[in-house]
């Protein structure tokens, strides 16, 4: 299974984390929120093998970006997978939107010219993140959580882009909504651990099988099926990017 965005570094005992889902079967993009917190964590996931460490700038973190864009170009060559960056244009990120702006065009800036697979924090703030991944030509970017206006959904989906689904989102009317608009050849799975929670606890990679279990009778199929569905999407996305070497 696969849990394509997930906080690896923000639990409590990160590696007991990454050995219970590698038990499990799950294969996880452990994104961080800046490229210190990049580097920090390469030691610690050099050995996993079902763990890929993303390179993150997040928009809400915008006040420590000017001291980490060295650190981030530095960094790229280190990994096939960046995340989570983005914008975040609601109240919590509305003072800081020039400065995401600048930091989300120099992100789309250095991957256009050596794709990475993307895995992208738009609240509040869609048609933008849209806008600056067709500014920079990026072919197939991930809108994580997504929660904005279908209208931009299918903008999205006209230009290539896919979308990874959560149990928070499987639970509530609206991010329901928004899943049945995504066609099944464009979803992927997450957690967004430990920030959703199951029940009182924070989501591991294992409980995409929640989400696995909520698609299946969505799409009136078995949890088998939904499970090779995700894994060939994510098999095309890395293979549209130029990345499937990145599976072994």
């Known amino acids: 299974m696969l849990d394509a965005h997930c906080h690896l570094d923000q639990y409590d005992a990160p ?9 499990q079967g799950a294969f996880t993009i452990a994104v961080t ?3 210190s917190h990049f580097r920090a964590g390469l030691p ?9 460490l993303a ?30 960056v983005g914008l975040d244009f609601t109240c919590e990120g509305r003072d800081m939107r020039e400065i995401q702006l600048r930091s989300f065009r120099f992100v789309a800036h250095c991957v256009a010219s050596r794709y990475k697979f993307l895995s992208l924090h738009a609240r509040g703030a869609d048609s933008a993140v849209l806008d600056v991944l067709t500014e920079f030509s990026i072919p197939a970017a991930v809108f994580h959580w997504y929660s904005g206006p279908l209208r931009v959904l299918d903008e999205a989906l006209s230009h290539g882009h ?3 689904v959560n149990p928070a ?4 009317e609206k991010g329901r909504r928004i899943v049945a608009r995504v066609p099944p050849e464009r979803i992927l799975t997450e957690t967004d651990g430990p920030y959703v929670k199951i029940g009182e606890r924070p989501a591991q990679p294992g409980h995409v099988s929640l989400v696995e279990n909520e698609l299946a009778r969505m799409w009136d199929v078995s949890p088998g099926e939904v499970r090779s569905r995700i894994w060939s999407n994510f098999r095309q996305v890395l ?10």
Request: no cysteine; net charge positive.
């Open 33 to 35: 929120n800046l490229p």
């Open 55 to 84: 390179l993150g700038l997040h928009p809400l973190a915008a006040g420590n970006h000017a001291h980490e864009h060295d650190i981030f170009q530095e960094s790229l060559h280190l990994t096939s997978f960046v995340g989570e």
């Open 239 to 248: 293979h549209r990017l130029g990345l499937i070497s990145v599976l072994g």
């Open 44 to 52: 610690h996931v050099r050995n996993l093998t079902r763990v890929r």
């Open 169 to 172: 989102m499987m639970r509530s």
């Open 15 to 23: 590696k007991e984390v990454a050995a219970q889902a590698a038990s």
């Open 162 to 164: 896919y979308f990874s």
